[in-house]
């Protein structure tokens, strides 16, 4: 019994000793809270004892590093707010537009705006003289295709069949579409169409230009049997001859078909002649001027401009050596004239001369 109240008592000692350590524990976060809070305040300190001339030293470096004065501990107006004596406020014109020359002469006295504006119009008139240079180049180059489809026509006696146009557009090759091409009604390509399309096929294949196709009806009222309209018939024909097209070397890339019913007459309604004139398919060689350049190209064009027959190398060849021999015959023409002058007026000359010696 002794060992056992013994062992009781080393149990309740050994409660007594733990419940005392748990009572000074809050010691050690008392300490830290102290120590953390005498940091606190060392910090605090240590921060409101500025170093007035370093930080001025420090405030000047970086103002001159970035181009202006320090107003730092001087009482004068800090750079921000506008006032500093060496901020220089640039006046923008808001209806300025770089580049365009046209704007921004403001600070210009009368002379140099005068300046300004002839050197604007040298540059607008360089601009279009070189865009004219090239609608007269590209004029030639169309006639040049002009006249290898005339040819190819010529050969097989079809050149009356087809007109051409040089418009904005390009070279235009108008082909009737007659009974010999297409049958009334229809969009199915006739014997004769196809002479007609195979003569001009192996020239427009050779051509880097694109090409498009125009379709167009005549102004009669009269129903289409096996189309809806006039729309899909003139579609249909345009998209026929594409076809054909494709079939003789020229990628479909480069085609493109356009149906116009009766939208686009070639020549006046009221005119007989509309009937079968504007019953048409239209091939386009399109021009790869830029839209500026091309809207020049009915006027460098000149006659070609307005529909007409198919010239041959044969006649163009023919029209240049009587144009070369009628201007080679006027300046001989001019050049015997002017001599003649200037031997009247010698020998005039010289009776006067005589006649005052004697």
């Not at 921000?80 to 770089?98: E, H, K, M, R, W």
């Not at 006639?143 to 146009?165: N, P, Y």
């Not at 091939?283 to 010239?311: C, M, N, R, W, Y």
């Amino acid at each position: 019994m002794s060992s056992g109240g013994g062992g009781a008592k080393r149990k309740q000692k050994h409660e007594e000793h733990e419940e005392h350590v748990n009572h000074e524990r809050w010691l050690v976060s008392y300490a830290d809270m102290l120590t953390l809070l005498f940091v606190l305040f060392v910090v605090l300190f240590s921060m409101s004892d500025v170093n007035t001339k370093k930080f001025a030293q420090l405030a000047a470096g970086l103002s001159a590093g970035f181009g202006a004065q320090s107003a730092a501990f001087t009482g004068q107006s800090a750079p921000l707010d506008g006032a500093s004596n060496n901020a220089q406020v640039v006046q923008i014109d808001p209806g300025a537009n770089p580049g365009d020359g046209g704007s921004g002469t403001q600070g210009l006295n009368q002379k140099q705006k005068e300046a300004v504006e002839r050197a604007i119009l040298a540059e607008g008139r360089k601009k279009a003289s070189a865009n004219a240079e090239k609608a007269a180049k590209e004029a030639e180059d169309l006639k040049a295709i002009e006249r290898k489809i005339a040819d190819a026509l010529a050969a097989q006696k079809l050149l009356d069949s087809v007109k051409f146009t040089i418009d904005q557009r390009g070279l235009v090759v108008t082909i009737v579409t007659n009974d010999v091409v297409f049958a009334g009604n229809r969009a199915d390509l006739q014997e004769g169409g196809r002479k007609i399309l195979q003569a001009i096929a192996p020239t427009l294949a050779k051509l880097p230009n694109s090409i498009e196709v125009d379709g167009h009806t005549n102004q009669l009222k009269a129903r289409t049997t096996f189309y809806p309209s006039g729309w899909e018939l003139s579609a249909a024909r345009a998209s026929t001859t594409v076809r054909y097209f494709t079939e003789h070397d020229i990628p479909k890339k480069r085609l493109s078909a356009v149906g116009f019913s009766d939208t686009k007459p070639l020549i006046d309604p009221k005119d007989p002649r509309s009937i079968t004139m504007n019953r048409r398919v239209d091939v386009v060689i399109l021009t790869q001027l830029t839209a500026e350049q091309a809207a020049l190209l009915p006027s460098a064009a000149g006659a070609d401009g307005k529909l007409h027959a198919g010239q041959t190398t044969a006649q163009y060849e023919a029209e240049q050596k009587a144009a070369t021999e009628k201007a080679a015959t006027e300046k001989a023409a001019t050049e015997k004239a002017a001599t003649e002058k200037a031997a009247t007026e010698k020998a005039g000359t010289g009776a006067t001369t005589t006649t005052t010696h004697d």
